[in-house]
């Protein structure tokens, strides 16, 4: 098995680059031999990676120890569903997964792509040099086929060392998935924005091309992001689920960057203008995707997520160099076939308010990859090694989101080239006195914090907007076709999904932002309470009822029963827990939460006190927040109806948004048969 | 022309107003990496100072009192005595022998006053039989 393993990542190794070599000499000479020769590459790498793949499973799951991977990251204890994701769970077995992925997203591709064309070629040879990287780093650097048997006397081993207790959680099986869904899709339009410039194609064939493609992938990589948040909130027991941390960091920094590609492609789309800057987004995008991977791996910055120090580095800041190098040169010996077609005319206009949107999402990229690479930059300028706290991230990204919030409120109702004063005031007069008669109420009811009450009027504000679109768009059918007011609604979602798709995106965000702002109003209180002792939180009344020993095979530990009543009303108990896990030795604490719409109430269980007498409760209690995962499942949601092909493209002209604009983004992209 | 002044302007007042934010975020948390060494020979002048350190949590030396929790953190045969009364609860992985990182600030008795703590548990599996000198450790995933 481990000689099967080894063998295939070489080969896929060997074949990735003459793949690379093939595509690039049959594109270059347009042999058509050359070309169909490396898409059957692509597909025995395929098969080479899926081989080496299965091998490193199956010897988790048969628990074959003499793996020094899966010595190191499962036990024969372990639910078999865990010893399956610690395929992903430590550093080698997870640039194997990497390297299935990217394989299969490759093989996808080319299946997709029968006819010759001079694209493809380019294309195939821009996954195949990615996948011939991450090969090289698996079958040379960070092989998960090294035996511990080999020549060093040991003959057996009995039982390995077990996957990390904080990570046996369902959400922990899926969010590392669900991430490098994300992380390594990207590789795929940045593919085609190459392959379009080596090609010396004009025009946006390649942002047809990848639409889809690029946002499943931005799908992937949110989802994978908020699955971590909601990880985080649940299991780390400090009732976080966001700590700028480094590595949480890298993952938002090209989700960010694909944020503002997503929608600046619109203006090619519809304007042919922004050509320079998206191909330059969907490079950002492809390199601080592999960045990210490469602070998770390399230990160059330090962070509770990163796998060990590794030798790593190197090799991912030589394939970087060489990515940024060959980029930079293909935009600028190909400027002449990015000119824009036209130029902005207004300030007040829907062009203006997409480069408002990528010029803040690129700041707030900046301003996060500046605070997170600080360590290393203040270490290489100054000789002394500095870091920046969570506080650096707030003051930049909460006036900076907020910002963007309100651009989601007004860029889809401003007219394309110029909006007259008359359209603002027609779309705009009623959700801005709503919100500001909302802000003003809650000044009144005691709500004194700025940022609190300026998101809360322009959560407000962007729904309303939203809401008069679905609105008015759904009563122009209605008056056409006699249907209810909900029908209507879902006909127009279906005539152009990818606008309406868009603003169920939007209202996820809306509601998201709902619940990041309620964090302004948290209580937290440390109580030591002995059994039958209450303490107050908010309006709480939290009582120890009692503290049981727990005992199992996994783990011992002890149950705080804390019963929770509301002005003596009881609302009944909470079990925070206490573990302490016998393989290994690390103890764990199991919040207790009490979810709500309006807020959570959530109980930690420290520990016991010096004299054994009393338990240490850490109490908060986090207003709104149930509104984030509300929020993200409605983003997801938005996200695939944009993916839905729009039904009768030509007749989603339903006057939304005035004779201004016609209609909104791109029927014209939809109308034209596309393969992804 | 006139509409790219203007959306030059507009761009000038976006990123000058965040480059302050961020100024302002930055000198509020700019905070020293130190060695122990470091420390010991900064005497004085460290005192006060935003500062972050890391070491080997001695076994035996956790201490709760009094609302906060004493500990001594050991690089390179030096030592250093922390204590945390921050509000947050300690991590999972903080016990003895676990690699400990300690934000905050020297306290004039020599007592570092840490407000954050951040811990790795690298050694956990290292005195265990059948594990090979020189094997990956690995902690926490993506």
Not at chain 1, 169 to 184: C, D, E, Q, R, S
Not at chain 1, 382 to 404: C, D, H, Q, W
Not at chain 2, 69 to 88: D, I, N, S
């Amino acid at each position: 098995m481990e000689n099967l393993g080894s063998i295939s990542l070489l080969v896929g190794f060997c074949l990735s680059l003459y793949a690379v070599a093939a595509s690039a000499a049959g594109g270059w000479k347009r042999n058509a031999f050359l070309v169909e020769s490396s898409r059957r590459a692509v597909y025995a790498v395929w098969v080479l990676v899926t081989a080496a793949s299965a091998a490193l499973v199956g010897a988790l799951l048969a628990d074959d120890f003499r793996f020094a991977y899966v010595a190191s990251n499962s036990n024969r204890s372990l639910a078999a569903a865990y010893k399956f994701a610690a395929w992903w769970g430590g550093q080698e077995g997870s640039l194997l997964f990497w390297n299935w992925v990217l394989a299969s997203y490759a093989a996808l591709v080319v299946r997709l792509r029968r006819t010759h064309d001079a694209l493809t070629p380019w294309v195939t040879a821009t996954l195949m040099a990615t996948q011939g990287f991450f090969l090289l780093l698996n079958a040379f650097v960070a092989s998960p086929f090294r035996m511990l048997a080999v020549g060093r006397g040991i003959t057996e081993v009995p039982d390995g060392t077990g996957l990390n207790p904080l990570l046996q959680h369902w959400a922990m099986i899926i969010h590392p998935p669900v991430l490098y869904l994300g992380y390594v899709g990207f590789t795929v339009p940045f593919a085609f924005a190459v392959a379009s410039l080596a090609a010396r194609q004009p025009g946006h064939e390649w942002i047809h091309l990848t639409r889809r493609w690029t946002i499943v992938t931005w799908l992937f990589q949110g989802g994978g992001i908020l699955l971590g948040a909601a990880w985080a909130y649940a299991v780390l027991g400090w009732g976080g689920y966001w700590g700028w941390d480094p590595v949480e960091n890298a993952s938002l920094l090209p989700w960010l960057t694909a944020t503002a590609f997503l929608h600046s492609v619109m203006m090619q789309e519809r304007r042919g203008m922004m050509k320079i800057w998206n191909v330059v987004l969907i490079s950002c995008t492809f390199l601080l995707s592999i960045l990210g991977t490469f602070l998770t791996r390399s230990g160059v910055v330090s962070s509770v997520h990163a796998f060990g120090k590794s030798p790593l580095g190197s090799y991912f800041v030589v394939f970087l160099g060489l990515a940024l190098a060959v980029t930079i040169y293909l935009i600028l010996s190909r400027l002449e076939y990015l000119k824009p077609e036209a130029r902005l005319q207004s300030v007040v206009s829907r062009e203006s308010s997409f480069l408002l949107n990528g010029l803040i999402l690129l700041l707030v990229c900046f301003a996060i990859l500046w605070g997170t690479l600080y360590p290393l930059i203040s270490e290489v300028f100054s000789g002394e090694k500095m870091t920046v706290g969570p506080p650096y991230f707030n003051r930049v990204n909460i006036p900076a989101g907020l910002f963007l919030l309100l651009l989601t409120g007004i860029g889809p109702l401003v007219a394309w080239r110029r909006a007259s004063p008359d359209s603002l005031r027609r779309n705009f007069l009623w959700p801005l006195a709503a919100a500001l008669v909302l802000a003003a109420g809650l000044f009144a009811a005691g709500v004194r914090h700025p940022y609190a009450l300026v998101s809360f009027g322009l959560c407000l504000f962007v729904t309303w907007t939203i809401g008069s679109e679905f609105y008015r768009g759904a009563r122009a059918i209605q008056a056409r076709t006699r249907q209810n007011l909900p029908a209507a609604a879902v006909e127009l979602a279906r005539r152009n999904t990818r606008r309406h798709g868009g603003y169920i995106v939007h209202l996820g965000v809306v509601l998201m932002f709902v619940g990041f702002t309620g964090s302004a109003f948290n209580q937290e209180a440390t109580v030591e309470l002995k059994p039958a002792a209450q303490a107050r939180l908010g309006h709480y009344e939290l009582r120890l009822a009692s503290v049981r020993p727990v005992e199992n095979e996994n783990y011992a530990g002890q149950t705080a029963l804390v019963e929770v009543s509301q002005n003596g009303r009881p609302l009944g108990s909470l079990r925070p827990e206490r573990r302490l896990y016998k393989s290994g030795g690390q103890t764990t604490s199991n919040v207790a939460i009490r979810r709500g719409l309006t807020e959570d109430l959530y109980l930690n269980f420290a520990g016991l006190s010096e004299d054994n007498q009393r338990a240490v409760l850490q109490a908060y209690v986090f207003p709104l927040v149930s509104w984030i995962w509300i929020g993200s499942v409605v983003l997801v949601l938005g996200g695939c109806i944009c993916l839905v092909p729009s039904a009768k493209p030509g007749h989603s002209r339903t006057g939304s948004g005035g004779a201004e604009s016609p209609h909104p983004e791109g029927t014209r992209a939809e109308a034209r048969p596309t393969r992804h | 022309m006139k509409v790219y002044w203007r959306f030059a302007a507009l761009t000038v007042v976006i990123v000058g107003t965040l480059a302050w934010l961020a100024a302002g975020g930055f000198n509020e948390t700019k905070t020293y990496y130190k060695t122990i060494a470091e420390l010991d020979q900064m005497g004085a002048s460290a005192i006060g100072k935003r500062l972050r350190v890391a070491g080997d949590v001695e076994a035996g030396s956790i201490a709760r009192a009094g609302g906060g929790v004493r500990f001594v953190l050991r690089q390179e045969q030096r030592t250093l005595r922390v204590v945390y009364r921050g509000t947050a609860p300690l991590p999972d992985t903080f016990r003895d022998g676990a690699q400990a990182i300690a934000d905050g600030r020297m306290g004039s008795d020599g007592v570092f006053q840490a407000t954050k703590i951040q811990a790795k548990c690298a050694s956990k599996y290292e005195a265990e039989p059948g594990r090979p000198p020189g094997a990956p450790v690995r902690r926490a995933g993506l």
